[in-house]
């Protein structure tokens, strides 16, 4: 029996100039760990994007949005970062809801309620909802922990 498959888009085009970005989720390589004897992994990344460890298979997107898409109708669900990919999904004809990885960006503003929205506590949302992140301290507290998602799939 093949796998199922779940797409995880783990990058933001934003850099910060402090460090890892506000947004980056620090548990990829667990998540994956628990992930892999299920399902069958793809991550989408653009060319000049890191690559996660022991995923199946690496679909670069450096194409067009509509193809990008396209993998949806292929995959079980997906799991993201806060960033353009919900956004995507959410605009697009195909609504497949997915897992969205939240840290210091709330969800109630940036989110959509047909997606499955995790957040540690929102004490770590950031005071300017609506300012800039470049700057923000990484704080890898808080992100949900591997386990958590694994039970939301």
């Not at 779940?6 to 998540?31: A, F, R, V």
């Not at 840290?103 to 997606?115: A, F, M, Q, S, V």
Request: overall charge neutral; some cysteine; charged content about 30%.
């Amino acid at each position: 029996m093949d796998k199922k498959i779940i797409l995880l888009i783990p990058n933001t085009s934003q850099k910060s100039n402090k460090g890892p970005n506000c947004k980056t989720y620090p548990y990829w390589n667990e998540l994956i760990d628990l992930l892999r004897p299920k399902y069958s992994l793809w991550q989408l990344l653009l060319n000049s994007e890191e690559k996660l460890l022991n995923v199946d298979k690496y679909v670069f997107v450096d194409r067009m949005i509509w193809e990008q898409i396209d993998f949806l109708e292929q995959c079980h669900t997906w799991i993201s970062i806060d960033n353009y990919f919900q956004h995507l999904v959410h605009a697009s004809k195909i609504k497949k809801p997915g897992i969205v990885l939240w840290g210091k960006t709330d969800y109630r503003i940036y989110g959509y309620p047909e997606n499955i929205n995790l957040f540690v506590d929102e004490k770590y949302f950031r005071k300017d909802a609506y300012g800039k992140f470049h700057d923000e301290e990484w704080i890898p507290e808080a992100f949900v922990k591997p386990e958590e998602i694994l039970g939301k799939i």
